[in-house]
């Protein structure tokens, strides 16, 4: 997937510039949802476990500490590493679907190549399952990787395909999924409807990232906000359910707020004399003064 050009990494998570070179002003759509709390301990859990146990080093573990240890260090990345394998493969795919994208505007494309890195790393099957599913909706691309801002709520975010199918225009946003155990792909978060709300209530979208040109936002009114995951054995689309995305824009509005205190807050205390917690001394001790006799 290209890389947004006006996209940094931050110490408050991905923000944009208004042009290259510029300074970070408002959070990403992502970073925004990143705001709202995951609960992954199970998981966690699990990929330790499960990597422990596939250790061929556990049988030995238990009469060495110093391997007993390593069994357990690399069982505690376990999840990590999993995650970084996944989001390298998914950036692989999407820069494949935004490659499909580009041919069909006719524009400069590398379909062969990102193709042929799917294959260096035996995930051809993804290709063939989104091509599939293009020739089965037949989008017709209106732009690629497109990124939009919306300076009232303050965020902006890259769209991974606007086209219109059937007929209409759609905000599509690709998400890389695993196989279930009945080989199918597994299905889209809910989240992804606050990702697709925020792309539709854009104000403004880019034209030049290096003249940081931008031009009022032309789909606000896109009546199909689809999300398509992207699997190894099948590719499905879901679209986002039009009663929920009122819910889902002010849930979206109120994690913005909440990025906006927390990022306030720290700094604040960047400040050496604005620490978040300080010291408390004890209370003076009571002395009894002896009453003088009014008489």
Known sequence: MTQPRLATQTDQGRMYARAVGGEPE??????????????????HGYMAA???LEDDRSIRAGRSAG??????????GAAERYRDQAAARGDRIHEYCENVALRALGEEHDVEGTRETLALHAESAWADRFDEWWELYRPEPIATELTVWNQTVGYAGTLDLVARIGG??????YKTKGTDRKGRVKPLDAKVIMQLVAGVKAEES??????????????ADAPVLL???LGETEVRAQQANPDLLEGNWYKFCALRKVWGHQRALELQCQDPSQQ?????????????LPRKNAS
Not at 67 to 76: C, E, F, G, K, S
């Open 26 to 43: 408002v959070p990403s759509i992502t970073t925004v949802i990143g705001q709202q709390a995951q609960d992954l301990g199970g998981w």
């Open 50 to 52: 499960k990597a422990a």
């Open 67 to 76: 391997l007993r240890h390593a069994v357990i260090r690399d069982a505690a």
């Open 168 to 173: 209409r225009v759609c905000l599509i946003d």
């Open 206 to 219: 880019l034209v030049d990232a290096e003249t940081g040109s931008w031009e009022p936002w032309p789909h």
């Open 227 to 229: 999300g398509v995951a």
């Open 276 to 288: 978040p917690l300080m010291a408390v001394v004890p209370p003076p001790l009571s002395v009894d």
